[in-house]
């Protein structure tokens, strides 16, 4: 009985513009110094998992970039979508296709976005290596939670309920319920209380148990599964792949799956975690100085306090400014408050539908 890990690769990285491009996805950058978030992800995993079972889970458009930065993992080990349809279409493509891969549904699974900071490799082994032996046993579908450091709104939480131990004395617990981004009030008062984690978006199951729960809970999705599972090892696969996904909701599987089912636990991650969604994360990731600006770059600056200064070449000037973000890239520069951030889709958006400006991207 196999474990194999899936990367999900197929998003843009829009939070990560200009820095992040059509070409250049969040998850080929390197946006804290040193390796490719990808490449990272996959040297986190080599000591438990074998290269042979990693998979990546991406978009056909980005396969051709993916593979340059990752030539080791085998071509047949991409699992490549005509169009992104968030992660429960994700994840049942890859479920289907594991499944037929290794000839056995109880090959565990486990999910792992590419955007984590994962600082204490050890600590995280040994937690995917609890979760893939009580998803093994209990036929639960498992998830990671990791103990909240603050009151975070960007992130989900899980609130714990009942503690659960297997024979070999691995503890994991149920969830009550999950929280997506709660405001600062409720996320100051989820910490006080202390029953809940942040949810990690890292999830561990056997191809037979996610594939169950697909068809109670999203049977037009394992409609379409159970098509390209009959289309595998054929020359159809492609086109039937195309046809199932362009007729698929784009839902996330936290909120068609795990909101939902009965069968769900969490084991606590014991290590230092965080997600690199957008600018300001590096106001964790990297120390800020005397007045609270985080540089990266050429960057002079009075009076400039509690700002992030991304530069790429030359320099960034600042007088009197407090608790912007500035990215320089390429011909690309933007400002805007910190609170504003959401609103960097807005102009993403924008610049797509002007031809004028689309190169941009």
């Known amino acids: 009985m196999e474990n194999v890990a899936i990367l999900m690769a197929g998003g843009r990285g829009q939070r990560f ?6 070409d250049t996805p969040k998850q080929l950058l390197s946006i804290t110094g040193g390796n490719s978030m990808i490449r990272e992800t996959v040297n986190r995993l080599l000591p438990l998992i074998d290269l042979s079972n990693v998979f990546i889970s991406t978009t056909e458009d980005l396969f051709n970039s993916i593979k340059d930065a990752l030539p080791e993992v085998d071509y047949l080990n991409y699992i490549l979508e005509p169009v992104g349809r968030d992660t429960a ?13 290794y000839k056995d549904s109880n090959t565990t699974m486990i999910i792992l976005p590419i955007d984590h900071i994962i600082k204490e490799r050890e600590k995280f082994l040994k937690t995917i290596e609890e979760g893939c032996k009580f998803a093994r ?7 990671i939670g990791i103990k909240p450091l603050r009151p975070e709104t960007g992130y989900g939480y899980i609130c714990v309920g009942e503690e659960i131990k297997n024979p070999n004395n691995i503890t994991a617990w149920t969830v009550k319920e999950f929280t997506e981004k709660p405001n600062l009030e409720t996320a100051k ?22 594939l169950k729960a697909i068809k109670k809970e999203m049977p037009k999705l394992y409609k379409g599964l159970m098509r390209i599972k009959n289309s595998l090892g054929t020359l159809d696969k492609k086109e039937v792949v195309k046809e199932v996904f362009y007729e698929l909701e784009k839902i996330s599987i936290d909120y ?5 089912v009965s069968n769900r636990l969490v ?13 300001t994360s590096m106001e964790r990731i990297f120390s800020p100085d005397k007045d609270g600006n985080v540089i990266q770059g050429g960057h002079e600056g009075v009076d ?6 991304i530069n790429d070449e030359g320099l960034i000037v600042t007088i009197g400014l407090s608790d912007l973000v500035i990215i320089s890239s390429g011909d690309i520069k933007i400002i805007y408050p910190k609170k504003r951030e959401g609103d960097l889709k807005k102009i993403i958006k924008s610049i797509a539908n002007n031809e004028k400006y689309k190169k941009y991207l």
Not at 89 to 101: D, Q
Not at 256 to 260: F, L
Request: charged share 20%; glycine share 8%.
């Open 17 to 22: 513009w200009p820095y992040s491009r059509f």
């Open 267 to 279: 084991v606590k991650g014991d290590f230092r975690w965080d997600d690199i969604g957008s600018w």
């Open 189 to 210: 008062k989820f910490i006080s209380e202390g029953n809940y984690l942040w949810n990690s978006g890292i999830f561990i199951w056997t191809c037979q148990d996610i």
């Open 137 to 143: 046993e209990t036929g639960n579908l498992i998830t």
């Open 304 to 309: 400039t306090k509690r700002c992030i200064v």
């Open 256 to 260: 068609a799956i795990m909101e939902k």
């Open 89 to 101: 279409a994700c994840i049942g493509l890859a479920a289907v296709i594991i499944e037929h891969r």
